[in-house]
């Protein structure tokens, strides 16, 4: 059985608003899971029942095969960590730290040898003597960190914790948070919109829009075979490029082709033949003096190793990540050739997989 199981988990608020909608999701123990989306999909809310600061309106949630639904937070063994540090002002660095131990009863000596263990893995000896406002936001957030794993939560529940760092503190946080996880293989639940962030810590992504699971994979499958539009557009950035058409069948073999029939290939066998709407990842579109697809440079983002080249084409707007670091002219004509072993392919009506 795993770890922890969320079955038809449900929330309703008071003025009706349903912020989730009977998602079913099993985590296994030692897993770093990351649920990711928009704002307003859920995700905060999800995160909040399984601490038990919100309690569902339908399913049931059982951690570590107990059932945990209605127990209080203070009963569900979990270490959080918030966008937004929660820190006690008025305490030290150390004092915030050892709190949770301090209000669990331990003794005096244990709570600080543990304090300092926890601190010098964090690098935050040289603050325990100091106050939060003395600190800088990363630093913070360190010591939210350090307070939430003091006490080897069963599960660590983690909301948007970097969401107000600058770029180089959101990086070290995470390869700091990846590590400690790792090394304590303690169950981790990530809730965060920034999809780079998921794909860098994830053993796996929970994709959330409108109170819903859209998709649970590894990084690379959410990525590489994205569960619907929805996803695949999320997920990436750029996200995917999309080309509309219809997947057919000629003397039993499928292909897709274009509405413009500038694009027919061949594709593996679908669940179903009709209306669909081939995707692409930019990266996997490639400059090719004989290729199918003509256009013409809109912009180009010069990202330093690589470029994003926004075409408009025969098929649509296409967008093509290139390693060159030649600038190409605005107007400037090329061709396009796709990677046929990179496409996917997705219902028109539905938005699925095929």
Known sequence: ?????????????????????????????????????????G????????????????????????????VRPSRRDVGMVFQFYALYPHLTVRENIGFPLRAAGGAPKDIRNRVDEIAARMDLVKFLSSYPKQLSGGDQQKVSLARAIIRHPAVYLMDEPLGTLDADQRLAMRELIRAEQLASKVT??????????????????????????????????VYDHPADLF????????????????????????????KSGQVRIDVPRPSRFGQATLGIRCEHLHEDPRGPIAGHVLTEEYLG????????????????RTDSVSKRARGADLRLRLDQTQISLFDASTEQRL
């Open 305 to 320: 190793n690589a470029s994003n080249v926004h075409l408009h084409t025969e098929v649509g707007p296409l967008i093509m």
């Open 43 to 70: 995700k905060t809310t999800t995160l909040r029942m399984i601490a038990g600061l919100e309690l569902a309106t339908g399913g049931s949630i059982r951690m570590d095969d107990n059932d945990v639904t209605l």
């Open 188 to 221: 981790t639940i990530y809730v965060t919109h920034d999809q780079e962030e998921a794909m860098s810590l994830a053993d796996r992504i929970v994709v959330m829009e409108g109170g819903r699971i859209r998709q649970v994979g590894t990084p690379a499958e």
């Open 231 to 258: 996803v695949a557009t999320f997920v990436g950035s750029p996200g995917m490029n999309f080309i509309p058409g219809e997947v057919a069948e000629e003397r039993g073999s499928p292909f897709f082709s274009s």
């Open 1 to 41: 059985m795993s770890f922890l199981v969320l079955a038809n988990v449900e929330k309703t608020y008071g003025d009706g608003t349903r912020a989730v909608r009977g998602i079913d999701l099993s985590i296994e123990k030692g897993e770093l899971v990351v649920l990711l989306g928009p704002s307003g999909c």
